[in-house]
């Protein structure tokens, strides 16, 4: 009898570490993942355009005087495909968004747009992830607010809702 009940004991230790491994992957607002850069200068970078008829993305960008978004994407991104219509409805606003697209192929990310909409005036590629880890980004989709003297105001972890639309809205104001 005992030895049945101890067949059970790897499937209830595989079961709670699976729950503890869902409960931590399903809480995107964990302040513990937030970006060290909140209120600090963009980091120094200057990334290649991922797409014909697109300029590539650098840090004097973001100091034109007037706050943008960043949104950090990847086409293979499932959670990236269903803020895409949040994305086209701010660029419709009139907010200015780029884009880094990372670790992609061209191609890859110009179906995607393709598909889902391009809402950017700027998509660069970071192929090695760099800038996104130099920005304190630790997965995609991120958005952040940078205000016109390239400081980054706020940071959105996971994709943009419609609930997330108001809130996105007047980080921009803020950030003005």
């Known amino acids: 009898m005992n ?5 059970w004991v790897p499937l209830i230790i595989f079961a ?12 995107p607002n964990d302040p513990t993942i937030r970006s060290h850069l ?6 120094d970078f200057a990334l290649p355009a991922s797409q014909a008829g697109k300029p590539g993305l650098a840090t004097a960008d973001f100091r034109q005087g007037r706050p943008r978004l960043l949104n950090v994407f ?3 991104c499932v959670p990236c495909a269903a803020e895409a ?3 086209r409805q701010l660029a419709e606003a ?3 968004i780029d884009a880094i697209a990372i670790r992609d192929r061209p191609a890859d990310t110009a179906r995607f747009l393709a ?26 989709p991120e958005t952040f607010v940078i205000d016109g003297k390239g400081v980054i105001r706020h ?6 809702r419609p609930e997330d639309v108001p809130g996105i809205l007047s980080a921009l104001q803020a950030a003005q």
Do not use: C, F
């Open 3 to 7: 030895r049945k009940r101890l067949i």
């Open 16 to 27: 709670v570490l699976a729950l503890v491994s869902i409960i931590g992957l399903t809480r």
């Open 38 to 43: 909140i209120g600090e200068a963009l980091p």
């Open 74 to 76: 990847a086409s293979w």
């Open 85 to 87: 219509p949040q994305l």
């Open 94 to 96: 009139g907010v200015p």
């Open 115 to 140: 598909r889902y909409g391009d809402p950017y005036a700027r998509i660069a590629d970071d192929k090695d992830s760099s800038v996104q880890l130099a920005l304190g980004s630790s997965g995609v």
């Open 155 to 160: 940071q959105h972890i996971g994709d943009i």
